[in-house]
């Protein structure tokens, strides 16, 4: 399983560590990934998702999951993820 956030794209960053005498060592930084249950108001059953706490933010912040995946763009999605925007999107177009 790969260490990348589902919903923002987020992976392993590369580094150094310096210490106090300045000597550089090679660090890889990891993503504080979660798994998650979303609920999904349109599509009426929860997700489970491996995303970031930053994404679990973000997701509150927008409203939900379904307000969260309508504005995200699609290239930063994971395929799952990218699936459950086209459900979302064709729910709401059914409903409207």
Known sequence: MSR??????KGVQVGH?????????KHRF???????SFASEALGQTVSLRVSTQALRSVD??????????KANAEVLSTKARQLKT?????RAEAA
């Open 30 to 36: 990891l993503p504080n990934l979660q798994n998650i």
């Open 17 to 25: 560590r310096v210490s106090h005498s300045n000597i550089k060592t």
């Open 61 to 70: 912040h927008n409203g939900g999951l379904d307000a969260f995946l309508l």
């Open 4 to 9: 990348r956030c589902e919903l923002t794209g």
């Open 87 to 91: 459900a979302i999107a064709k729910k």
